[in-house]
């Protein structure tokens, strides 16, 4: 199937981080904000499962959630997963069914995250899983000048996975 074929046949969405989405299970349970860690600004579902496309020509740009994220492998190229740790820790995830990849890869809470397709005349087809469950109010989109000047020696990895302002 064609990234197009995709995106129609699961009804996804584009992502303001890039990319196109759809969730498809939020729990029916919640965890009271006194239960959460401080991070937490109120209360949470207990997880969050979205399908995420990322065509070849995008990215999936930098950005941080305050919930561990598993990814999840489904079709298409390898798709190769970036993240940048609070302490500045370059780590790479290369999600496939290659020998040289995983189909499944943890993005610690907390952690500078973003993804490209390693065929960028392909797409990846992946799965999110988020707990505690995903909240926009969650959500920060990196800032390109920051990171640079928190993390310049991640330069390459920071200017290909932000957009200029």
Known sequence: MTA?????RLGLHPHPEGGFFR????SAERVAADCLPERFAGDRTLSTAIYYLLR??????LHRIKSDE?????????LELVTISPRGVL???????????????????????GARV???GSYALVG??????????????????????????????????????
């Open 4 to 8: 197009a074929e995709w995106i129609a």
């Open 23 to 26: 969730e498809t299970y939020r």
């Open 56 to 61: 070849g020509d995008a990215i999936s740009a």
């Open 70 to 78: 598993v990814w999840h492998f489904h079709a298409g190229s390898a």
């Open 91 to 113: 780590g790479r995830a290369r999600l496939g069914t290659a020998a040289d990849a995983t189909p499944q890869a943890v993005v610690a809470a907390g952690c500078w995250f």
């Open 118 to 120: 390693a065929d960028t």
């Open 128 to 165: 999110c899983t988020v707990a505690p469950g995903f909240d926009f109010a969650d959500f920060e989109l990196a800032d390109r000048a920051t990171l640079l000047r928190e993390f310049p020696q991640h330069r390459a990895d920071i200017e290909a996975l932000t957009r200029t302002p």
